[in-house]
Nanobody, 115 residues
């Protein structure tokens, strides 16, 4: 059974940091591209960051220089280190896995940036 379980969300003040984790099971994690998406209230879900099976990364312009995506294939886990957080980063963050036509989503973790 495929599972993507996010953790690490919470409430943080502007300028603070959080690290999200996504633990994967039920598929060959190392073969999959992994992404983080987010969805703020009333807005469309958007791609935040991606990492390929080979380790190449992509970032949305809005998070470039502040967020870092990484993966540990030995632990079947992908991370999103978020620094210098802003109120506009408030959203539910989702883990996403793709390989060919196979696509999996996690349930999401809430990140709230507020003073």
């Amino acid at each position: 059974q495929v599972q993507l379980v996010e953790s690490g969300g919470g409430l943080v003040q502007p300028g603070g940091s959080l690290r999200l984790s996504c633990a994967a099971s039920g598929f060959t994690f190392s073969s999959y591209a992994m992404d983080w998406y987010r969805q703020a209230p009333g807005k469309q879900r958007e791609l935040v960051a991606s990492i390929t099976s080979g380790g190449s990364t992509y970032y949305a312009d809005s998070v470039k220089g502040r967020f870092t995506i990484s993966r540990d294939n030995a632990k079947n886990t992908v991370y999103l280190q978020m620094n210098s957080l802003k109120p506009e980063d408030t959203a539910v963050y989702y883990c996403h896995a793709t390989w060919g036509i196979a696509v999996y989503w996690g349930q999401g973790t809430q990140v709230t940036v507020s003073s």
